[in-house]
């Protein structure tokens, strides 16, 4: 196995790491951008994500596409609304729930696309 290369120069590019600095997000943005993939990062989340990309679908539905109780869907949708990941709306009895918006979709489609790559 190789390993990792490791720099073996004691130079230091400052103007570099200036511009380093002034693109860094703060450190709040930084924390939400973090907590924002913690969510990402569950298995179940991810399917319900994928399940609604590009359909709009209520807990019965989810639960029968994902194999899954109701309540269990309804427990990863709440952290997927507090998140603004997926919105939803009613129409009498049933609940349907879709993607927040279009970044959504964008970002689970580039990450799918990013680990297909070589």
């Not at 790491?17 to 860094?24: A, D, G, P």
């Amino acid at each position: 196995m190789e390993k990792d290369p490791v720099c073996e120069c004691e130079t230091v590019h400052s103007e570099e790491i200036e511009k380093s600095k002034l693109n860094m997000p703060s450190e709040g943005q930084i924390s939400d951008l973090s907590d924002f993939f913690k969510i990402l990062g569950d298995p179940t989340r991810m399917k319900i994500l994928w399940a609604l990309d590009g359909a709009e679908l209520c807990v019965c539905d989810l639960a029968v596409e994902l194999n899954m109780t109701k309540s269990a869907i309804s427990h990863q949708l709440n952290s997927l609304r507090a998140s603004k990941l997926v919105k939803y709306r009613r129409e009498g009895k049933n609940v349907f729930y879709s993607l927040d918006d279009d970044h959504v979709n964008q970002i689970i489609e580039i990450a799918l696309d990013h680990i297909g790559h070589n």
